[in-house]
C-alpha cells in the first residue's frame, strides 16, 4: 500500500468514528443548504475535523478542500478532497447507506481514493501501483452487460438538473435498473465493486466524484465529465458510459 493509501484510510476511518461518537450523544444540530433535503449536521463537521487534521498534519504543502468548508492552496499539484459524510441525509434518517470518502487528485485527474463504509464495515482503497480492493480483496467493473439490463445509479436535485424528469424517463426507459440511493460516492464505489453497472450524474461537486472516480478508474472502469450545460459525470465500464453519453441531456 502506498504512503498516500495508508493515510487516506487512516482519514476515512478516523472520520466515521468522528461521526459516529457525534451522533451518539444525541440532539444533533442540522441545518439545509442548497435544498430542503441536502443536510449537514454537527456529525459532517466533526468528521472533516478529524479527516484535516491527520491530512494537515501528515501532508502540510498539499491542497485541501472539504465539502465542510476546509479550503488550502497549494503549488505542488496535489490536492486531498474531503467528504465527511457523503449521504448525510441516509445518516441522519438511520439508512445504512452513507460513507466517509478521501481522495487525493493529482494535478486535477483523481489518483488515489479512501472510502468507508461504517455500516457494512467495508473499506475500499485504490491508488497509482494499487488496484482497487475492498477489505483487501481484488475488486473490478461488472463488464459484458448491456445497458438494458444494467443496473444505473442516478441523483438529481433542482440546483443539478432542471430537466429532471425528463431524465429519468429517458434512463428508465434504456436501462434495466434505476437507482438513486441519495450517497453517490458509494455507488460509485459499488461500481468499483462490480455491484452496480454505471453511474451518472450532472453538475456533480469534487467530493462527490474525485474518491469514487478514482475507485472506478483502478478498477479497470472509466469515470469521465463531459462538456455542456449540465456537466455529466459518467462512472462504469467503457461501453456503457459510451452508451450514457449518447443518452444524456447536454
Known sequence: MTV??????????AGARAALETASRGGLAVETKLSDADLVSE??????????????????????LGEEGARTTSTNGRRWVVDGIDGTFNFLSG???????????????PHAAAVYDPS???????????????????????????????????????????????WLATLVDNTGVVRAG?????ELAWVAAGRVDAWAQPNVSDWDWVPGAALVRHAGGKA?????????????PDALVNELTRLVPR
Open 95 to 109: 439508512i445504512p447507506h452513507w460513507c466517509v470518502a478521501v481522495g487525493l487528485e493529482d494535478h486535477g485527474e
Open 120 to 166: 457494512a464495515d467495508e473499506l475500499f482503497l485504490a491508488a497509482a501501483g494499487h488496484p482497487t480492493t475492498v477489505n483487501g480483496r481484488p475488486a473490478r467493473v461488472r463488464t459484458g452487460r448491456a445497458l438494458t439490463r444494467a443496473g444505473v445509479a442516478t441523483y438529481l436535485r433542482e440546483d443539478k438538473s432542471k430537466d429532471r424528469a425528463g
Open 182 to 186: 441519495g450517497a453517490g460516492t458509494l
Open 224 to 236: 469521465t465529465v463531459l462538456d455542456g450545460d449540465p456537466q455529466w459525470h459518467l462512472a462504469g
Open 43 to 64: 456529525a459532517d463537521v466533526a468528521a472533516e475535523r478529524a479527516i484535516v487534521a491527520l491530512l494537515e498534519a501528515e501532508r502540510p504543502n498539499d491542497a485541501l
Open 4 to 13: 498516500d493509501l495508508d493515510l487516506a484510510a487512516r482519514a476515512v476511518r
